[in-house]
């Protein structure tokens, strides 16, 4: 079975510090890991894909497949990071199944 | 482009009652997924479809209905609700694409329901 975990509900840091949000998953086969955002009264968006090997917003995560692993990580935390963030899991090319860990809701304090 | 929209945002209902989640999508994707999202359990998949005429279930499907008649529309259907459907329901659809790239899903604004 597929899972994903987070294990941090809550994180508070302040701003201009680094902030890193785990996550590790277990999965048979070749997944697809996302980073996805839920900020204050909006819609869940997608942050970051691993497959894209991108940075938005000065989020990057890397998979770490030996450590089952995609860490999300920025070096600079700003107010406007405060935000829900899910990690999410996939089979290649079922992104209509995706595995939601439960969430760190991430605070930025000035 | 309006994206994917539910309706309607707030919902209250009583215990037995049966009631419709809207969702619809203006972007021609051939996947569409309903999840919940309860405090403390993230977004659990309820059910799923692939294409117009085809839908499976996902992990917590008990309790509710779906179908998939037209490519846009993923209504999903509480049949008898209960205060464990207590929760906010969001929409989601995607589209498939060729060799191993995953292109992101795309969320609707959410249905908060409370069933007392």
């Known amino acids: 079975a597929q899972r994903v975990t987070q294990p941090e509900k809550l994180l508070s840091v302040f701003k201009g510090a680094p902030v890193e949000l785990k996550c590790n998953y277990s999965?048979?086969?070749?997944?697809?890991l996302f980073w996805y955002v839920q900020y204050s009264r909006q819609r869940l968006q997608l942050l970051l894909r691993?497959?894209s090997r991108e940075s938005i917003k000065g989020f990057t995560a890397d998979l770490n497949k030996g450590e089952t692993s995609f860490h999300l990580k920025k070096p600079f935390a700003q107010e406007e990071d405060s935000a829900m963030y899910y990690c999410?899991?996939?089979?290649?090319?079922?992104?209509?199944?995706?595995?939601f860990g439960k969430g760190t809701l991430l605070t930025v304090n000035p | 482009n309006a994206g994917v929209t539910q309706t309607p945002k707030f919902q209250v209902l009583k215990t037995g009652q049966s009631m419709t989640l809207q969702c619809a999508q203006d972007?021609?994707?051939?996947?569409m997924s309903w999840y919940r999202q309860d405090p403390g359990m993230g977004l659990r998949l309820i059910h799923y479809?692939?294409?117009?005429?085809?839908?499976d279930q996902g992990e917590v499907p008990n309790g509710y209905n779906v179908s998939r008649s037209t490519t846009e529309d993923f209504p999903l259907r509480l049949l008898s609700a209960a205060p464990s459907q207590t929760s906010v329901y969001f929409c989601?659809?995607?589209?498939?694409?060729?060799?191993?790239?995953?292109?992101?899903?795309?969320f609707g604004q959410g249905t908060r329901l409370t069933v007392v």
């Open positions: 972007m021609n994707h051939e996947y």
């Open positions: 999965y048979s086969g070749s997944p697809e």
């Open positions: 999410a899991l996939s089979g290649r090319g079922s992104n209509y199944k995706l595995t």
């Open positions: 479809s692939v294409g117009a005429g085809i839908t």
């Open positions: 989601a659809s995607s589209t498939p694409t060729g060799g191993t790239v995953n292109t992101e899903a795309f």
């Open positions: 691993h497959i």
